[in-house]
């Protein structure tokens, strides 16, 4: 009967935690860390049946650095080994380590592994009593057999009789630049190494009939390294580089024989020009660069002839064109006054395709989350033909090597482990040394890849050719970000992130966008971008930037950046960086600006247009409607962007109106065309461009869109208005007259000579917007008045309810557009803040408020102004804001102008000014007036023109002045002088400010 296993008490975490790290013969071998004042912990070794086979103890080796009060043990038990198969247990204390259990017997193998020199040597043995001595074989990263040997049997050593072995590895093993060697036995792996294979060297001379220089490998120095010369393609010589380099040794201090110097044979060809390749025999590795295409540098000349016409057949636009040939021109001319050598033209090497992918991830901090991002990454690569590089810079995180440790079963899956910490640039440097063929994906460690993630940005990057660099989109990636560009977003609450990704998969398939820069959170880098450029530069430290000026570089060669709209990848920012981000920041972006001054400015291109908008759509469509299954319902706000009462009214309606469960989506116009759609649930900002419209109403048509406020059409085009006008049908819609847009392209209806029209027949209009233009932010320029007027008549025709603040506003708009009905309806606004008292102050200074322009009566402000200083000097005049005079109003000597000011600062301004009256010059029938409200919340006695809602509004409250209208100014001043010197009643009997409530 089988002996039940007994039970392990859970390890306390707090106390310790550790690892077996193999056998040594009969010796096991392992760590323990723990609490700093704990007891050393004693170690069991039990077999399958829990019968303890022997016991040790660990020994202290020194506090872990971290500062946390932790240390750590090391440990060796002997134990007797079987002559069969089975499995041993090893706890400290009561904590299971991990790699237990491990199997032992004659079939379970542990070893070492050394690299030197170009041998691969060390030691193997069987968890076994006897054993007979294995065949060791030797494997690149790629798994490329690179060696094999029979090991041999050596003498004991305190019991131990491993099996040695050294074997050669071919010159070949230095294309990696990085070696990660494996040796195996049984098809077991028992031992890993890692070497940098860096090789030194220089192309002295190059021609189409000789080649002079020196290479050799530092990790070998007694290592004589063979070259095959290629011209044109074929195998001409070979040679090995052996000769004595005295000018080495006097120059760089370099004692080794590594010179070559090779005679080709004369081309049988004539050309002016030939391509040569040097490579290590056997390999495909240049070494020394190239290939070379050489020749008399002026007889390259044609070469740049039939690349700039193939570049104007190409199709380029007009300021791509004139780039070019002003560069061809350039070099042309360097190259005809050059002297007659030879001239050395890299070409970019042909992209591998085999691995597809090596995914590099350096690792520091956050254990969890580091594991999320490497599960992530094994549940979507495709393990025969994508490869894992897990780096751990010198982690402090405590269990960080255990849990990497735990990976590198897995197959195609590889951990190289810093002995210190050389941060981001350090650690990606040394991994693409590691991956020497295909594709390199850069990953953060605090990211989490989707499903299908990884192939899609492999068939973005094969899709076509000359593209350097491939990044997602993500939550937290600058350009890249969604929903916002530029914005970190966490958890997004109506949709997790593994749901977006699928959706942008399947949404967004194909769609790319060429883009400034990548984001190194998850940067795709090609093959043919490595050879071209290498690795990052070293001189960004520890990380920031440096992707940057790597996608600079390529752009520079011709290459593409562009973003994978159809992957999404989350990205939990900045793990490793966070205590030295802003120095890290500060110091690399001012080395960028230094290397590429364009490279700010097009980024913040990239941003303003938003060039990723296209991307976000599909998923801003899926997610509302969405929203739209789980009964969330919308209403549409239609504005623009100039501010002023409008905005106050919008927001005064949205207050007291109730939401009634109803969202607002919020749309925009934008003041360069085109407009921004904002959502609050979902939080989504989606822009278009003018022509995007049909995208846009595509989009508006996922979401349950049930109402339809139409504040302001003024700035958006044509086409938008025909659209929504479509859109309002079966929906309940309803325009707010803010202005006379509707009817007038100036929107005032204040005409070129710069006075109220009142409304005249089209012909005039038509007359007065060639003479004077519509409004700045008009973009229905080219519509004539009858065809924006009959587009304007269908919309409102359309809206079941149109309405204006003021009965003046609905007579204007009504005598334009007899069949539209308009109701009458005043901004709301609380009645509390009109019950005020009327202001104590100085009766002789009169106050204006807010920006004083043309359309506000700046012109009659000035004449006012002198008029006073003739004929009644007491009063005096303070602009609370500014004008489109100011100088001008300076010059009378009796007005006085604070500037412009924050709401806020209103109260005190006024307080400061200390008047009695504020005075109103518009002269054209404004709809509403905040600025009369606020004027009247302020205690002040209006003193309006008559026309337009603020007269409509002061005779209704009985309480100020209605002027005639267009304003005669002797008669006004003459007005002002009397309710300043009390010969006429400021106010009428018992009436005050709360008469605004009515």
């Known amino acids: 009967m089988a002996t039940q296993r007994k039970p392990v008490r859970p390890a306390r975490r707090d106390v310790w935690h550790g690892a077996v790290t193999g056998f040594a013969g009969p010796l096991l071998t392992g760590w323990v860390a723990g609490l700093e004042d704990a007891p050393p912990p004693p170690i069991r070794v039990l077999d399958q049946h829990d019968a303890v086979l022997a016991t040790g103890l660990a020994e202290r080796v020194a506090a872990d650095g971290r500062g946390d009060g932790r240390a750590e043990w090391r440990f060796g038990v002997t134990l007797s080994l079987p002559d069969g198969p089975g499995q041993v247990r090893v706890l400290a204390g009561d904590t299971e380590l991990a790699g237990s259990p491990m199997a032992v017997g004659p079939h379970s193998w542990d070893g070492a592994l050394s690299l030197a020199g170009l041998y691969a040597e060390g030691w193997v043995a069987a968890r076994a009593r006897r054993f007979e001595p294995p065949e060791v074989r030797i494997y690149d990263q790629l798994g490329v057999l690179l060696a094999s040997a029979r090991a041999r049997a050596a003498a004991a050593t305190d019991g131990f009789r491993p099996a040695r072995f050294r074997v050669r590895l071919p010159d070949a093993v230095l294309r990696h630049g990085l070696l990660h060697a494996r040796a195996e036995t049984d098809g077991q792996v028992f031992a890993v190494a890692t070497i940098g294979l860096t090789m030194q060297g220089n192309l002295d001379e190059v021609t189409a009939r000789r080649c002079v220089g020196w290479l050799y490998a530092p990790a070998a120095p007694t290592r004589r390294l063979r070259l095959e010369i290629l011209r044109d393609g074929e195998v001409l010589a070979e040679t090995v580089a052996d000769r004595a380099r005295k000018d080495l040794q006097d120059e760089i201090g370099l004692d080794v024989d590594c010179g070559f110097e090779v005679d080709l044979p004369p081309p049988a060809r004539q050309e002016t020009s030939h391509e040569i390749s040097l490579r290590l025999a056997g390999t495909d590795c240049a070494p020394l660069g190239g290939p070379f295409v050489v020749g008399a540098q002026r007889d390259l000349v044609p070469a740049l002839h039939r690349a700039a016409a193939a570049a104007r057949q190409a199709g380029l636009d007009g300021e791509a064109l004139a780039a070019l040939q002003a560069a061809v021109a350039l070099q042309a001319a360097a190259w005809r006054a050059a002297p007659m050598r030879p001239a050395r033209l890299a070409v970019p090497a042909a992209a591998m395709t085999t691995p597809r992918l090596t995914v590099i991830i350096p690792v520091y901090r956050d254990v969890a989350l580091t594991r999320a991002c490497v599960d992530s990454v094994l549940r979507d690569r495709d393990a025969r033909h994508d490869a894992v590089l897990l780096i751990d810079d010198a982690s402090p995180e405590p269990g960080m090597a255990e849990m990497l440790a735990r990976y590198e079963s897995a197959p195609n899956v590889f951990v190289l482990r810093n002995a210190e910490n050389l ?136 290459l593409r950046n562009l973003a994978a709209a159809e992957v999404f990848v989350e990205h939990r920012e900045s793990v490793s960086f966070t205590e030295e981000k802003k120095d890290l920041l500060t110091r690399n972006l001012a080395r960028l600006e230094t290397r590429f001054p364009e490279y700010a400015a097009e980024v913040r291109t990239a941003l303003a ?54 969202e607002v989506l919020d749309l925009c116009a934008l003041p360069g065309g085109g407009s921004v759609l904002r959502g609050f649930a979902p939080r989504l900002r989606a822009v278009f461009a003018e022509p995007e419209t049909d995208a846009l109403f595509k989009l508006l048509g996922e979401a349950a869109v049930e109402a339809i406020d139409v504040h302001q059409v003024l700035g958006f085009s044509p086409a938008f208005v025909a659209a929504l006008r479509d859109f309002a049908a079966g929906r309940h819609c309803r325009v707010v007259l803010h202005d006379y847009y509707t009817l007038c392209p100036r929107v005032t209806m204040i005409d070129a000579s710069g006075r109220f029209c009142g409304g005249p027949a089209v012909a005039q209009c038509e007359r007065c917007v060639r003479l004077g233009g519509g409004h700045e932010a008009d973009r229905m320029l080219g519509l004539s008045v009858a065809r924006q007027r009959g587009l304007m008549r269908e919309l409102l025709l359309a809206a079941d309810r149109v309405v204006a603040p003021s009965a003046s506003a609905a007579g204007w708009v009504r005598h334009a557009f007899a069949e539209v009905r308009v109701d009458v309806v005043p901004h709301p606004e609380d009645p509390a803040s009109f019950q005020v008292p009327v202001r104590r102050g100085d009766a002789a200074t009169v106050l204006l408020l807010g920006a004083i322009g043309p359309h506000k009566g700046a012109d009659t402000l000035l004449a006012v102004a002198r008029r006073a200083r003739l004929v009644a000097p007491a009063l005096r005049f303070v602009v609370v804001g500014y004008t489109s005079c100011d100088a001008a109003l300076r010059a009378v000597g009796n007005v006085r102008i604070t500037g412009n000011y924050a709401r806020h600062e209103l109260p005190g301004l006024i307080e400061e000014a200390d008047g009695v009256m504020a005075l109103f010059l518009h002269n054209w029938p404004e709809t509403y007036s905040y600025t009369l409200s606020e004027a009247v919340r302020h205690g002040l006695v209006p003193v309006v023109p008559d026309i337009g809602a603020p007269a409509e509004r002061v005779r209704a409250a009985g309480f100020g002045h209605v002027v005639a209208h267009p304003v005669d100014v002797a008669g006004l001043v003459a007005l002002l002088d009397g309710l300043a010197s009390g010969a006429r009643p400021m106010l009428t009997h018992g009436v005050g400010p709360e008469g605004f409530a009515r």
Not at 435 to 464: Q, Y
Not at 519 to 540: K, N, Q, S, V, Y
Not at 617 to 634: E, P, S, Y
Request: hydrophobic share 45%; proline share 3%; glycine share 14%.
């Open 423 to 558: 941060g981001f640039v350090g650690s990606v440097n040394k991994g693409l040394a590691f991956a020497r063929e295909g594709d390199v994906v850069l990953l953060n460690s605090d990211t989490v890849i989707f499903s299908g993630g990884l192939a899609a940005l492999s068939r973005v990057a094969r899709a076509e050719p000359g593209v350097a660099t491939v990044t997602p989109l993500s939550n937290a990636a600058t350009l890249f970000s969604y929903p916002v560009p530029d914005q970190t977003s966490g958890r997004l609450r109506d949709v997790d992130f593994e749901t977006l990704a699928a959706i942008a998969l399947a949404d967004n398939a194909g769609l790319t966008v060429a883009v400034p820069t990548g984001h190194g959170f998850c940067m795709l880098i090609t093959r043919a971008a490595l050879d071209a450029l290498g690795g990052f530069d070293p001189e960004f430290g520890r990380g920031y930037g440096e992707e940057n000026d790597f996608c600079r570089r390529a752009a520079d060669m011709g």
């Open 609 to 662: 247009r938003d060039v990723l908008r296209g991307a976000r759509w599909a998923l801003d469509g899926a997610r509302l409607a969405r929203g739209r299954a789980a009964g969330t319902r919308h209403r549409l706000v239609v504005r623009n962007w100039l501010g002023g009462g409008t905005q106050q009214a919008i927001a005064d309606m949205a207050a007291h109106g109730g939401r009634d469960g109803v």
